[in-house]
């Protein structure tokens, strides 16, 4: 089954082609991040703007990318929520008019969930164009899959949720942030410290050039030890903010405050997330969003994961932060598509 997904739902415009909810056979992705650089964080109006300009060139992209023609697909897909109302409508609308003119199947997917099948595609999807294209069948992925029970961490922008997922389709959640998600609180401390948009980047390369073996910052690890699966990180950009403002001098020094920042942020992930499985016997640990690019918390993940024997998921990166091929592989493990006349950008939606 042939899928085309799309993603709307916040500054990315992603239109990925995917089969059988794995094989990716083309994964386009148009950003509008640098018009936001300026701001310092996205505007919604412009971000809104770009999808409707990118979104149909995206989808002719895609299509050409995977060899297909439109009447190739055997589905749509679009991530409908949660997101910016003006972009996800973009998306919505795109996705409607081409289920409904090729009279096809509609899938509507939270673009969360989308996050977590990031997981269940295959992992090298470049050579695999390729091999397409020549119509040649040498598919050659990765055919592990992450086991159920699973608890997913999905650490993006907008988002930091912890999920339990006992079978495709099937989820508990069950926490989330209270204030800042964990990729806001990188996209705001790069703008405190003077650093480019997105923060998270920014604040990983920065912080590689130093080595945390002895450092004076002490930044807190919030809620690290609470009996449940919430986060904060507001207080911990105050932390960061409250140092800088109380340095006697300007003599401060932004890798080792990137550095351990960082190392607070992942410590409170991992250690909640892992906290989660072991309450859960989970047979796996999937990672999304994001916030799933950073190098940190593969590593540490990877260890800590395997110190209790819970294999850890990561998608490849391209497939971490938002695009159109985890909508299309989250939409294969549906069951209920949707009437394309009555479909809705839902903003505020969560997890069922
Ligand atoms: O999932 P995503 O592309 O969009 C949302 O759904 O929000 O995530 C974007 C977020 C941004 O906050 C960005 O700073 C963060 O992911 N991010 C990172 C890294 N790459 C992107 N955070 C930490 N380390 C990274 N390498
Ligand atoms: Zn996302």
């Not at 386009?28 to 996205?42: E, L, P, Q, R």
């Not at 895609?62 to 297909?68: E, N, S, T, V, Y």
């Not at 922008?157 to 990188?186: C, N, Q, S, V």
């Not at 950073?294 to 800590?304: A, G, P, T, W």
């Given at each position: 089954m042939i899928i085309l997904?799309?993603?709307?739902?916040?500054?990315?415009?992603?239109?990925?082609?995917?089969?059988?909810?794995?094989?990716?056979?083309?994964?386009?992705?148009?950003?509008?991040?640098?018009?936001?650089?300026?701001?310092?964080?996205?505007?919604?109006?412009?971000?809104?703007?770009?999808?409707?300009?990118?979104?149909?060139?995206?989808?002719?992209?895609?299509?050409?990318?995977?060899?297909?023609k439109l009447l190739d697909i055997d589905a749509f897909a679009v991530a409908n929520g949660p997101g910016l109302?003006?972009?996800?409508?973009?998306?919505?609308?795109?996705?409607?008019t081409l289920a409904f003119v090729c009279e096809k199947p509609l899938f509507a997917v939270n673009h969360l969930v989308g996050h977590v099948y990031a997981n269940w595609v295959n992992q090298d999807h470049s050579a695999e164009i390729i091999d397409h294209r020549k119509k040649k069948s040498t598919m050659n992925y990765e055919?592990?899959?992450?086991?159920?029970?699973?608890?997913?961490?999905?650490?993006?922008?907008?988002?930091?949720?912890?999920?339990?997922?006992?079978?495709?389709?099937?989820?508990?959640?069950?926490?989330?942030?209270?204030?800042?998600?964990?990729?806001?609180?990188?996209?705001?401390?790069?703008?405190?410290?003077g650093l480019g948009y997105p923060g998270g980047p920014e604040i990983e390369r920065m912080a590689s050039s130093y080595k945390l073996e002895v450092t004076s910052y002490k930044f807190p690890r919030p809620m690290i030890n609470e009996d449940n699966f919430d986060f904060s990180f507001s207080g911990l950009k105050t932390a960061v903010v409250n140092l800088v403002h109380g340095s006697q001098s300007t003599v401060y020094s932004k890798e080792e405050i990137a550095c351990t920042f960082q190392d607070?942020?992942?410590?409170?992930?991992?250690?909640?997330?892992?906290?989660?499985?072991?309450?859960?016997?989970?047979?796996?640990?999937?990672?999304?969003?994001?916030?799933?690019?950073?190098?940190?918390?593969?590593?540490?993940?990877?260890?800590?994961?395997?110190?209790?024997?819970?294999?850890?998921?990561?998608?490849?990166?391209?497939?971490?932060?938002?695009n159109g091929a985890m909508i299309a592989a989250a939409a294969f493990y549906q069951t209920n598509f949707t009437d394309p006349l009555i479909i809705q950008a839902e903003p505020g939606l969560h997890f069922a």
């Open positions: 997904g799309i993603e709307t739902t916040c500054d990315e415009t992603g239109v990925g082609i995917v089969k059988d909810g794995r094989e990716v056979l083309s994964n386009v992705v148009a950003s509008s991040a640098v018009m936001h650089k300026k701001f310092g964080g996205i505007v919604p109006e412009v971000a809104a703007r770009e999808q409707a300009r990118t979104v149909i060139p995206c989808v002719r992209q895609a299509l050409r990318q995977a060899g297909c109302v003006g972009s996800l409508l973009a998306g919505v609308e795109t996705a409607k055919l592990r899959t992450p086991n159920f029970p699973l608890v997913a961490l999905i650490v993006s922008g907008g988002h930091t949720d912890l999920i339990l997922m006992l079978y495709h389709g099937k989820y508990k959640w069950l926490g989330g942030t209270r204030d800042d998600a964990a990729g806001e609180a990188f996209d705001k401390v790069a703008r405190f410290l607070a942020v992942v410590d409170v992930l991992v250690e909640k997330t892992i906290k989660a499985a072991k309450k859960y016997n989970a047979k796996s640990i999937v990672v999304g969003g994001g916030v799933a690019a950073n190098e940190l918390l593969r590593s540490r993940f990877k260890v800590d994961g395997s110190r209790i024997g819970i294999p850890v998921y990561f998608p490849k990166k391209g497939l971490s932060v938002d």
